[in-house]
């Protein structure tokens, strides 16, 4: 099982830009999805995640600018970023609570990075 990111990139403050994150593989299932993110000198943070059962947790520097989604059928969790500020500029991971014969653990994606900037 891997996960594939995508949709990072340059936006100026006040912007918009939207992640995507797709699970791949066989014989597996997703309890949650979501994102962190990792600003230089400092430390991993939660952004957001999605529960199978559509529960949301969100980060307060967030709320109100950052939408998480998912598709549970193509395996597949987006972050509508919008209202951006420079300190939201970071590498972003998508995590996913993975179920695969009979373990459960949690699969990091390879990091986005998105800038924040004028």
């Known amino acids: 099982v891997q996960l594939q990111a995508s949709g990072g990139g340059l936006v100026q403050p006040g912007g918009s830009l939207r992640l995507s994150c797709a699970a791949s593989g066989s014989s597996f299932s997703i309890n949650y999805m979501g994102w962190y993110r990792q600003a230089p000198g400092k430390l991993r943070e939660l952004v957001a995640t999605i529960a199978n059962n559509n529960n949301i947790d969100t980060a307060d520097s967030v709320k109100g600018r950052f939408t998480i989604s998912r598709d549970n059928v193509q395996n597949t969790v987006y972050l509508q970023m919008n209202s951006l500020k420079p300190e939201d500029t970071a590498v972003y991971y998508c995590?996913?609570?993975?179920?695969?014969?009979?373990?459960?653990?949690?699969?990091w994606g390879q990091g986005t990075l998105v800038t924040v900037s004028s």
């Open positions: 995590i996913a609570n993975v179920k695969r014969l009979g373990r459960t653990f949690n699969l």
